[in-house]
């Protein structure tokens, strides 16, 4: 069974930055790509980020392009979303989630496992 547990999260002004970590495991699960997703209260979980697990590709949603930096640490098993330039509309639990297959990585379908997710909150 694989697990995702994601840390991080937690309350920051606007303009402030967090760093959320996803740690997988076992560590000899394999995975296409790992992505980082948000849901806000009363709104469809939406993506956010996306990483190839091998090449290290990375994708964005337009929302977070410039502010939102995904990387991964191979020998952890683990992918990081460094969020800077923080605005209130980011507010919302962040979950990580691993896909084994090269599906769009864009969308939710495509992914195998989730994590429990984590709170951001950005006040104004």
């Known amino acids: 069974q694989v697990q995702l547990v994601e840390s991080g999260g937690g309350l920051v002004q606007a303009g402030g930055s967090l760093r959320l970590s996803c740690a997988a495991s076992p560590r000899t699960f394999s995975s296409y790509a790992m992505g980082w997703f948000r849901q806000a209260p009363g709104k469809e979980r939406e993506f956010v980020s996306a990483?190839?697990?091998?090449?290290?590709?990375?994708y964005y949603a337009d929302s977070v392009k410039g502010r939102f930096t995904i990387s991964r640490d191979r020998a952890k098993n683990t992918v990081y979303l460094q969020m800077n330039s923080l605005k209130p509309e980011d507010t919302a639990v962040y979950y990580c989630a691993v896909t084994r297959s090269s599906s769009p990585l864009g969308a939710r379908r495509s992914y195998d496992y989730w994590g429990q997710g984590t709170q951001v909150t950005v006040s104004s």
């Open positions: 990483i190839n697990w091998s090449v290290g590709n990375t």
